[in-house]
Nanobody, 124 residues
Framework: QVQLVESGGGLVQAGGSLRLSCVAS?????????MKWYRQAPGKQRELVAG???????NYVDSVKGRFTISRDNTKNTVYLQMNSLDPEDTAVYYCNADLSYFTGTKYNTGNFWGQGTQVTVSP
């Protein structure tokens, strides 16, 4: 069973920083291609915040450019989101997402997986 487990959320004052982590935990993961962070604020649609390819190419939503940095450690099947200069508008549940290949026991499959989400709250 492949699981994405996030950590690092919490409450922070405006202007502060947080670092989110997401590890894809399974001994059967063969290959992880893209890894992404999404967020969903109350009453709003889920939006893509940042993405990173296996080779390290990144993209960001305009509202976080210059403040957030996505990175990954392929040896640990982990993606990070460093969030600086946080603003109350960044308050949301943050979700990790990954496209990956895994072994079922008899064959390799590919799939898209989500974490359970971690709450980030930024106070004024």
């Amino acid at each position: 069973q492949v699981q994405l487990v996030e950590s690092g959320g919490g409450l922070v004052q405006a202007g502060g920083s947080l670092r989110l982590s997401c590890v894809a935990s399974s001994g059967r993961i063969n290959f992880i291609s893209s890894m992404k962070w999404y967020r969903q604020a109350p009453g709003k649609q889920r939006e893509l915040v940042a993405g990173i390819t296996r080779g390290g190419s990144t993209n960001y939503v305009d509202s976080v450019k210059g403040r957030f940095t996505i990175s990954r450690d392929n040896t640990k099947n982990t993606v990070y989101l460093q969030m600086n200069s946080l603003d109350p508008e960044d308050t949301a549940v943050y979700y990790c997402n990954a496209d990956l290949s895994y072994f079922t026991g008899t064959k390799y499959n590919t799939g898209n997986f989500w974490g359970q989400g971690t709450q980030v709250t930024v106070s004024p």
